[in-house]
């Protein structure tokens, strides 16, 4: 057999099994070396990233379990509101007690204070220290109905006053709420 002719018939074979030597060659390197030098980087940086994670969770735990009195604001001041704020809240927030909401409602101009939108901005004026909050004490007869008809002018504002006194008015069998004589309530 020549040689010459050899290579002739099979110059494409032996030019593509010297390529696929070289790159199984180079994927072995790749694989083999490579990460062994980088694999700590990747992990250090997980590392960093779970440190800062729970960094991250401490300080939410104290922004939670700070009380609204503890950050100074000076006032006035604006607010945008977020996504599940109403205006108890924010009240709470500036002033240590959501009864201030009626101040925030007026100083806004607020149409519906039951309606706020995330993104708006209130302004969150300096409470007088006369503002307190309203209450009233049920005696016999009366209702949340009429409560609210003495407070607002109508009855159909009742559903405020049961919805600033949670866990103290009851439910009766049939639905309706159940309040007692002798029981204070928040008049919003």
């Known amino acids: 057999m020549n040689l010459k002719s050899f290579w002739q018939s099979s110059r494409s074979t032996i030019i593509s ?16 070396v ?10 250090q940086k997980t590392e960093k990233k779970q440190e800062q ?13 700070e009380k609204p009195t ?17 205006l108890w809240r924010i009240a ?11 101040l925030l409602a007026s100083e ?8 706020i939108h995330a993104g708006n901005v209130l302004t969150i004026p300096k409470a007088s220290e006369k503002t307190t909050a309203r209450t009233h004490t049920v005696v016999r007869g009366d209702s949340l109905w009429s409560i609210a008809e003495k407070s607002y002018g109508t009855g ?28 204070v309530l928040a008049i919003p």
């Open 108 to 115: 806004n101009k607020l149409a519906n204070p039951d309606i």
């Open 17 to 32: 099994a010297i390529i696929a030597i070289i790159v199984i060659a180079g994927l072995f390197i790749l694989f083999n």
């Open 70 to 86: 503890e950050k100074k604001v000076k006032l006035p001041t604006k607010y945008t509101v977020v996504r599940g704020d109403h």
């Open 53 to 65: 994670t729970k960094e991250t969770n401490k300080n939410a735990e104290a922004k939670k379990t």
């Open 156 to 183: 159909f504002e009742w559903t405020k006053i049961r919805d600033a006194n949670p866990g103290k008015i009851g439910l009766l069998p049939n639905g309706r709420p159940l309040i007692t004589p002798g029981q």
């Open 92 to 102: 709470t927030h500036f002033y240590g007690s959501g009864y201030n909401w009626t």
């Open 34 to 43: 490579l990460p062994a030098n980088q694999a700590t980087k990747p992990a």
